[in-house]
């Protein structure tokens, strides 16, 4: 899965051009940068790949979503649907806007449930922000659909799905925004890192001066900017965007590689009558960074999960039980637990968090279990691997 597993010469030479000049910060400096422009050549690269008119770099994938909402214009009481399975950056972003997150359940591609999305609509509700979890895609076009009829603004989080496209297009270019992250464990990573991607011009220049507290970065003296808007800072620096040009341009490489180790896990598990697989609506477009599937019970499940761990089979995820994407293990969140308080606290009728039901994406959840694929598995590591997992089947089986 992350990028940082084939680190090497290709991002030393992007960080020392960096380096070499001194020049750290995106803007300005045009001299003394030598032609180096990393973070604005990310952009270009990132665009062309994604095949949309316009990216910003920017800080981190949680930037990226705080930007895409600032640049909507949702804010304060407005209501952004989400799914419960994601990472809580996702959340907290919607949150640091001043607007209300609420969650409707997912399908069986652990992603955002277009039936169910009807029943969380409230006359307050502005966004739809579904969520590409583990490197695959929701039923997207529905969802889109979903938004264009009700004239709801669509943001795409694809932090976990950069490579991935739905029927040949990239996830993130479905919505008017879309939200990528170079995080330290993402599949192509600066370091920190994040993006915004659309084909929205308005949106985009919204997007570039709100990351850099309005700057509208024409001309190159910074102290002539204008100011259109009040931002913050979500500024990326060079050396983090040079690591990212330079796994930029391993994307594909790593892809391949993720589907082939993806491929070989999924055979061996399909033996397996007891095993269901997520549902992957274009399987064509899976970055494969992760295998989910779904065993019959939580029992089953919960037998699965520890006997993986026994036998030594690392990178296996009973989400159900761990703290980091789903709902369920949010304590912190449900009791909105921040040391200043938020504005949402302010909002009448607000949701109890502490009192959410998700039936339906309990019961996924209870049943799914995901091993993350690895790009530097050697091919004996990948049959040893192989082997393990088939004999903890075998076992739970009897
Ligand atoms: C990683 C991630 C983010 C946030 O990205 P950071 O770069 O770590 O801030 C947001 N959403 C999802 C689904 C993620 O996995």
Redesign the pocket.
């Known amino acids: 899965m992350p990028g940082f597993e084939i680190f090497g010469e290709e991002e030393r030479k992007e960080v020392q051009d960096v380096l070499d000049t001194g020049v750290l910060f995106r803007y300005g400096f045009d001299a003394a940068r030598k032609g180096h422009w990393k973070a604005r050549t990310f952009e270009t690269e990132l665009a062309k790949r994604m095949g949309v008119e316009y990216c910003h770099l920017c800080?981190?994938?949680?930037?990226?979503?705080c930007i895409a909402l600032a640049a909507s214009g949702i804010g304060a009481g407005d209501e952004v649907i989400v799914p419960p399975f994601?990472?809580i950056?996702?959340v907290e972003?919607i949150l640091a806007a001043g607007a209300i997150p609420v969650f409707s359940d997912i399908d069986d591609t652990l992603c955002l449930d277009p039936q169910a999305l009807e029943s969380a609509i409230t006359p307050r509700t502005k966004a739809v922000l579904p969520?590409?979890?583990c490197g695959a895609m929701a039923h997207i076009e529905d969802i889109k659909k979903f938004c264009v009829q009700r004239d709801l603004v669509m943001i795409e989080?694809a932090?976990?799905s950069v490579g991935g496209s739905y029927n040949g297009k990239s996830l993130g270019t479905f919505g008017q925004m879309g939200?990528f992250?170079?995080?330290a464990?993402?599949t192509i990573t600066c370091g920190?890192?994040?993006a915004v991607v659309t084909d929205d011009k308005k949106l985009y220049t919204l997007a570039d001066a709100y990351a850099d507290h309005g700057h509208d970065h024409i001309g190159n003296d910074r102290g002539l900017e204008d100011h259109i808007i009040l931002g913050s800072n979500f500024r990326i620096s060079e050396l983090n965007a040079a690591v990212g040009l330079a796994q930029l341009n391993k994307l594909d490489f790593i892809l391949e590689k993720q589907r082939a180790h993806k491929k070989a896990i999924k055979d061996a598990l399909a033996h397996f009558p007891e095993i269901g697989f997520r549902k992957i609506p274009d399987p064509q477009g899976d970055s494969a960074t992760f295998l989910s599937f779904f065993l019959p019970d939580e029992a089953f499940a919960r037998a699965a999960s520890t006997s993986l761990a026994d036998e030594g089979v690392d990178g296996c995820f009973y989400w159900y039980v761990n703290n980091w994407?789903y709902i369920r293990q949010w304590d912190h969140f449900k009791t909105l637990k921040s040391p200043a308080g938020l504005p949402i606290t302010l909002v009448k009728d607000r949701p109890d968090y502490g009192k959410i039901q998700l039936p339906k994406s309990d019961d996924i959840m209870k049943r799914t279990i995901s091993m993350q694929i690895k790009l530097s598995w050697s091919v004996d590591e990948l049959s040893q691997r192989i082997e393990k997992i088939t004999k903890v089947f075998q076992k739970i089986r009897k």
């Open positions: 800080s981190n994938g949680t930037a990226a979503l994601t990472f950056a996702t972003a969520v590409h979890m989080d932090c976990q939200c992250s170079f995080d464990v993402k920190e890192g994040g994407h």
